[in-house]
């Protein structure tokens, strides 16, 4: 808030097609080092689904800029969220939100998400379940006339729309050779996921890949202000230094010095030695804590994540791994059973296919302490407990009811 104050009685506001602005400028020169080489340049906005919007845009002005201009399509994943604008809407997956809107949005590719606990076959290890995921990029792309496609965009962890998806070891290295193979560009989002959230400043640290562009924001506002960036590579800027030499459009408040001072600030606390290594450790905890109270828990199917970015996934039956009713909408009667509990969460539905399944996601202050994590878990243990015999009730009348249908 300080730094916000200390920018306002600066300089409040410049608009970039005149002028830049110093807090841009640094906050441009500290993400692209933190990156240790991976990328070059950086865009500053104001949102999540902004920053996805200029990436998919600069992506295709990449391919212009290259020659390349019948390059129009892009690649994604089933059970994906990438914003809310047309643009970000139309590369993500989220059936309910996309609903209302399909005839507006354009048209992409999907393969599946990468998930082990629901794709993985008997006898399949993890390793082997992730070159076959990955591989099915490899099978699109092949699918597709030749040098149509833009790139691949997926979250390095996914969030909303499936519950802190992380992906198997290998599955990202062999997803980035195919598209070097294929001459696309791969783009991670990593608005949710990224900026320490997992445990390194930049979730694809944790994979040993370099994406051509990547998002980010949420945590790089300190949870105060809207501000996110967008990433971009030698090759990115390279190919637009050799063609027009400028990007394409820009946004009214981009670069905005408010935004860029407060994110200025949050960077220098998540650099800071031992902060990351800090979410790490209480990662461990909140992990250890997590499995020891639904491992065996009877309608909890997976419990997932990577440093203070978890989920867990409610099944009707572990066996099968059958999902409840979506008409029970069991992860809002966790939601509020939890908020009459003090604890906020951020419950999913249609977690299986966009209709079914139902998850619940949690991502803790860095500031929390052991003692609040366990605190944090013991909530939702009684929260989900209370919840599935809400649910349970619902399922029961609903039973009833269709069978009263039927009898008459």
Not at 6 to 29: G, P
Not at 153 to 162: K, L, N, Q, R, S
Not at 198 to 218: H, M, N, Q, Y
Not at 339 to 353: A, C, E, K, S, W
Request: hydrophobic share 40%; charged share 25%.
């Amino acid at each position: 808030m300080e730094a916000a104050i200390r920018q306002l009685q600066s300089l409040d506001y410049v608009h970039t097609s005149f002028f830049t602005n110093s807090a841009y400028e640094q906050l441009a020169q500290k993400l692209t080092e933190a990156s240790r080489g991976v990328f070059s340049r950086a865009l500053c906005l104001s949102g999540g689904s902004e920053a996805v919007e200029v990436a998919l845009k600069i992506a295709r002005q990449y391919f212009v800029e290259k020659g390349e201009v019948q390059r129009s399509r892009f690649i994604t994943r089933r059970q994906s969220y990438h914003g809310n604008t047309i643009g970000a809407l139309s590369v993500g997956s989220n059936v309910k939100r996309r609903h209302d809107f399909r005839p507006l949005l354009f048209d992409v590719s999907t393969i599946s998400e990468c998930n082990f606990y629901r794709h993985g076959l008997v006898g399949e290890s993890e390793a082997q379940y992730a070159m076959r995921a990955a591989r099915e990029l490899d099978a699109e792309l092949s699918k597709q006339p030749p040098g149509t496609v833009i790139g691949f965009i997926a979250e390095t962890i996914v969030g909303a729309t499936a519950g802190a998806l992380t992906p198997p070891k290998g599955y990202f290295q062999e997803i980035s050779r195919i598209c070097v193979k294929h001459g696309v560009l791969l783009i991670l989002d990593e608005i949710m996921c990224g900026m320490g959230r997992s445990g390194k400043l930049f979730a694809f640290e944790w994979e040993d890949v370099r994406p051509d562009i990547a998002t980010c924001g949420k945590a790089l506002g300190g949870g105060i202000q809207p501000v996110s960036a967008v990433l971009l590579s030698d090759k990115i800027v390279d190919a637009i230094q050799a063609g027009s030499g400028s990007l394409k459009g820009g946004h009214t408040f981009m670069g905005h010095p408010v935004g860029c001072s407060v994110a200025l600030e949050a960077l220098a606390i998540l650099t800071e030695d031992g902060f990351l290594e800090d979410v790490i450790a209480k990662g461990r905890v909140l992990e250890m804590k997590l499995k020891q109270a639904f491992s065996s828990h009877p309608h909890v199917g997976a419990i997932r994540g990577r440093g203070l970015f978890w989920a867990i996934e409610l099944v009707s039956d572990r066996t099968t791994k059958e999902p409840f009713p979506a008409d029970a909408r069991l992860n809002e009667l966790i939601k509020r059973s939890a908020f009459t509990r003090g604890l906020l969460i951020y419950p999913g539905g249609g977690t299986v296919d966009g209709t079914v399944g139902d998850h619940i996601l949690l991502a803790p202050s860095a500031t929390a302490d052991a003692t609040e994590l366990h605190e944090i878990v013991d909530r939702l243990s009684l929260a989900v407990d209370t919840g599935l015999k809400a649910a349970n009730s619902r399922i029961d009348q609903w039973a009833a009811d269709r069978r009263k249908k039927l009898t008459r």
